[in-house]
């Protein structure tokens, strides 16, 4: 999908399940992120094939460009805004891994799709997740209602927004 200065995204492979239902199964991202912690190599790769068919779903690895992975970025395009979800293994966390793979997926998309605005939910305690977002330009918009397992005591995400990068294509 997309290089950084530091990272490769790009597609799942089947041969990464057994990683991924290991990286996962973190108390943090289960309390930070709706991913499920649980799971069998079958339904992983199901699960992947599924996303793989979608025109507007991505689900990529975040990897060093020595091929570590590190996290994993979601990506779905709803109209004209993408909203994005990421998460970090735990020996992978404080290197800036986040935050450059946010950023690198705001330029791809932006360049690649026709694209308003970006948007994450956050779980208002995640303040790692926030800095990150409020890093890359994103900006708090309020809070919404969620039933899922990021949401804080009172059933609520935060949302944070930013509008499409800006590019001149006239070059």
């Known amino acids: 999908m997309f290089d950084t200065p530091h990272l490769r995204v790009g597609p799942w492979q089947a041969g990464d399940a057994a990683w991924y239902l290991e990286a996962v199964a973190d108390a943090d991202i289960e309390r930070w992120t709706r991913e499920v912690p649980s799971g069998t190599v079958e339904a992983w790769t199901k699960r992947l094939r599924t996303v793989q068919m979608s025109p507007t779903r991505s689900w990529s690895c975040i990897a060093t460009l020595d ?4 996290g994993s970025l979601r990506a779905s395009l709803h109209g ?12 992978a966390r404080g290197r800036g891994y986040a935050r450059e793979a946010l950023e690198g997926a ?5 360049d690649h799709q026709a694209v308003e605005r970006f948007h994450l939910e956050i779980h208002p305690d995640n303040r790692a997740s926030v800095r990150v977002a409020e890093r890359v330009g994103f900006r708090f918009e309020g809070f919404e209602q969620s ?5 804080d005591d009172l059933g609520r995400v935060a949302i944070y927004t ?4 800006m590019r001149d294509h006239a070059r």
């Open 67 to 70: 091929g570590t992975r590190v």
């Open 106 to 110: 705001v330029s791809w998309w932006s």
């Open 80 to 91: 004209g805004v993408v909203e994005l979800s990421y998460w970090i293994a735990r020996d």
């Open 147 to 151: 039933c899922d397992s990021c949401a």
């Open 162 to 165: 930013r509008p499409a990068a």
